[in-house]
């Protein structure tokens, strides 16, 4: 069992890192930058490639502190797969930004155990306890109260309060890939479970690569350059964020070795409150009484769940 100092170094530093990380991810790209000709920071897998380099990096210099192996990069195919899923799960819930503000983006991952749970069915034969399913519906009834938008008067008639537009399609398929990354690390674990640091480093070395050939592609690096001489004020919020995410990483995967899951769950979850708490305070993100309900079953189903979702 972990000490109590353990839990607390961990809880510490995945609430400030993460916490200020969602300020930072927020503030990058929905800020309006320039005086006279607003623009906002529209390069998600430049920042993206940029963030995977730096925790690859700091996994590799780890793993050369700590005289661990940095060669398991491959494992059968099972670590570009994973990378894949990764990036492409973060590169949804980046772009989501663009069309919803990052209460939405949180509540919207919150569902994250619903793909998990799907993927864990059909594709392992897991069997889960019903109060699991209970919680995770009362999770689903949180995120489509919140989501709903009150009906309109039109010429036709009323339109539905349900509608899925760009940002929520977004982080519906960002859940999806966030179902595979769970699925193809369970196969990792029953087959040898890689340290955390090779973790972090095997997967965040795929996702560069992914990332610069995405980069590539979407001949993002030139306008990116371009950006940064016109606004340089950007460069100061991507070292953060880049930073964060690195240190956030650090302690993620300390909490996922060395503490129960039910202890890293609680930390996660609490600290996805907090994160909504602050996007309303310091951006002015105001949500309706409605939506406050739904993000009160939300937590709960999540909390519930991390109590009593496992067992039997």
């Known amino acids: 069992m972990a000490s109590y100092g353990t839990i607390a170094v961990c809880a510490v530093g995945v609430f400030f890192f993460y916490f200020y990380y969602g300020i930072l991810q927020e503030k990058l790209f929905r800020s309006e ?4 000709d607003k623009e906002r920071f529209d390069f998600v897998t430049t920042a993206l490639f940029l963030q995977c380099l730096s925790s690859c990096v700091a996994a590799l210099i780890a793993l050369k502190v700590q005289n661990q192996s940095s060669d398991d990069i ?3 195919g099972q670590f570009p797969l994973l990378a894949a899923a990764y990036l492409g799960a973060m590169m949804c819930s980046n772009w989501a930004l663009k069309y919803v503000n990052y209460p939405t983006q949180v ?5 994250k155990p619903i793909p998990i749970m799907v993927f864990g069915v059909f594709f392992a034969s ?15 009834l949180g995120v489509a109260i919140f989501t709903y938008k009150d009906s309109k008067k039109t010429q036709t008639g009323v339109s539905t309060g349900f509608s899925i537009g760009m940002g929520e399609a977004l982080l519906m398929l960002s859940l999806a890939q966030d179902g595979c990354v769970a699925a193809i690390q369970d196969r990792m674990k029953a087959f040898r479970k890689p340290s955390s640091y090779q973790m972090m480093f095997s997967m965040n070395l795929w996702s560069s690569l992914f990332a610069f050939v995405a980069t590539a592609c979407f001949q993002e690096v030139l306008p990116f350059l371009d950006f940064l001489t016109r606004h340089p004020e ?3 919020n991507l070292c953060q964020f880049c930073a964060c995410s690195v240190l956030g ?21 609490t ?3 907090f994160t909504v708490l602050a996007s309303v305070l310091m951006f002015g993100n105001s949500l309706t009484d409605r939506q406050w309900i739904g993000v009160a079953l939300v937590f709960s189903g999540l909390f519930l769940d991390n109590f009593f979702g496992s067992k039997k």
Do not use: H, W
């Open 271 to 273: 600290r996805k409150c």
């Open 234 to 236: 950007v460069i100061s």
């Open 33 to 36: 930058y320039g005086t006279i």
């Open 126 to 140: 897991k069997r889960y306890a019903i109060q699991k399913y209970l919680f995770v519906a009362l999770i689903v």
């Open 107 to 111: 509540i919207g991952k919150s569902c």
């Open 74 to 76: 491959f494992r059968g």
């Open 249 to 269: 990483q650090v302690f993620i995967f300390k909490a996922v070795t060395e503490l129960s899951p039910l202890n890293c769950s609680i930390i996660t979850t």
